[in-house]
């Protein structure tokens, strides 16, 4: 890993906007302790964010969510320069884009930051196609490599050979799709996205919801995501902040959100997690691909799992029953050493629980280690392991579940 992939590419520093004349008084009033509603009545300003820091990183979907008015859209737009700071900086790969001029930031907005919103404004005089390379054009890019991106993005979204559609023939959610592929086919490395897809039907939604993590899956791109919806926020976000009144009240990934959140705010948010609905970790268990017996070597292993494209794998005794976990890279480092034994690349440390363990009780397993968690039955045999991905949208499903609840968990990977 490089230095430079370690640096967040977005930091927001104590940024804050008021709308109105008395900015500055208002912020102090703030600081002092008055409510949102209490220095609106005062200075007659309102304050649209308030002291909002936090970074995001390359390659991270980071999600902001907050009921109607808490802020949520002011911040995505001063994260652009779309609107002006009252106070406060937003660094994009260090470079405070207050102190930029003005051409700077709409270069960056055309190539390094794109915005797509609700109704993704598509142009219902152009074709698929060329709405799909619009964005290019403004770039400058040639015809023909604007018809080679532009198609390569409708491919991905599911539109081959449609591009010469108009927009107004269009479903709702195929021009969401039309939506996506413009932002994709601009090549911009973050992409700013407004409630994308609040404005369709819970179906589609989710659809849309699983092209969009299929293909950040590809592409990874860093996205910042506003929706006002807990559930795409938990299913989407490797992080999660919640605003109210303008300010951040918590950060923290899907996990740490469920299992510790930081006031009675963000508990009556998350209420509607009933985790009696999806019950055991039995719900949401899968089966590993592969596993490793302890008495294989390292050249083995490495091979297997190279083959299965997995990073990391349970490692077994001849029972099966669970002995650790080891990491590709730490297994070729033992082959490189001239190792034979695996024993030195098994991290033993992994948690394990019962099928019938209530998530509520798996779920803090994952807040300090990111590790899958292995599930043992009969004779202590490992029966399936449980990831992250899968635990999230366990829960997220038994938010919209019937009482009875399905098993039908999604098993993407979101870790
Ligand atoms: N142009 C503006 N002029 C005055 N006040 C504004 C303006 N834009 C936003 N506000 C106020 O700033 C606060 C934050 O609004 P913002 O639109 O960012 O919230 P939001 O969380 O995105 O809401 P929604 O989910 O309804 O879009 C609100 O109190 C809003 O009334």
Redesign the pocket.
């Known amino acids: 890993m490089t230095d430079n992939a370690l640096e967040p590419l977005i930091r927001v520093e104590k940024l804050s906007?008021v709308?109105?004349r008395q900015g500055r008084r208002a912020l102090e009033l703030r600081r002092s302790g008055r409510s949102?509603a209490e220095v609106?009545k005062q200075t007659g300003s309102?304050?649209?964010?308030f002291e909002a820091s936090f970074e995001v990183c390359r390659g991270e979907i980071f999600v902001?969510i907050?009921?109607?008015?808490?802020?949520?859209?002011?911040?995505?737009?001063l994260i652009n320069r779309l609107?002006e700071p009252t106070e406060g900086e937003v660094y994009v790969e260090g470079e405070p884009i207050s102190r930029m001029p003005a051409g700077r930031v709409r270069e960056i907005r055309r190539k390094k930051m794109g915005m797509v919103f609700q109704h993704f404004g598509l142009l219902p005089n152009r074709s698929v196609l060329e709405n799909i390379t619009f964005g290019l054009e403004i770039q400058g890019v040639c015809a023909q490599e604007r018809l080679r991106r532009g198609e390569e993005a409708l491919e991905m979204v599911g539109l081959e050979g449609q591009g010469a559609k108009r927009i107004g023939e269009l479903s709702g959610g195929m021009k969401q799709r039309v939506g996506l592929a413009r932002a994709l086919a601009t090549g911009q490395e973050i992409l700013l996205m407004?409630?994308p897809f609040s404005a369709l039907d819970p179906l589609i939604r989710r659809d849309m919801q699983n092209l969009f993590l299929d293909i950040q899956g590809e592409i990874r791109r860093t996205v910042v995501f506003?929706t006002?919806d807990l559930d795409e926020a938990l299913r989407l976000g490797h992080r999660v902040a919640i605003?109210r009144?303008?300010e951040i009240v918590q950060v923290g990934n899907p996990e740490e959100i469920l299992t510790s959140p930081a006031d009675e705010y963000v508990e009556r948010f998350i209420e509607d997690v009933d985790y009696a609905k999806v019950r055991s970790a039995e719900a949401v268990m899968v089966d590993p691909k592969e596993v490793a017996y302890e008495a294989e070597g390292p050249r083995v292993v490495l091979r297997r799992m190279k083959r299965a494209g997995m990073s990391s794998i349970f490692v077994v005794d001849a029972e099966r029953r669970p002995v650790g976990l080891c990491e590709a890279e730490e297994v070729a480092r033992l082959l490189e050493s001239g190792e034979r034994s695996l024993s030195g690349a098994i991290d033993r440390s992994v948690p394990s629980v019962r099928p019938d363990t209530p998530l509520r009780e798996v779920l803090p397993l994952f807040v300090e280690r990111k590790l899958p968690v292995a599930v043992v039955g009969e004779r202590g045999r490992l029966e399936g392991i449980v990831v992250r991905g899968a635990l999230i949208a366990g829960l997220v499903a038994s938010m919209n579940a019937p009482a009875s609840g399905s098993n039908e968990v999604e098993h993407e990977a979101l870790s």
């Open positions: 906007k709308f109105g949102k609106e309102t304050i649209g964010v902001i907050g009921l109607s008015g808490s802020g949520k859209s002011t911040l995505l737009r609107i407004d409630e506003v006002h605003m009144d303008g």
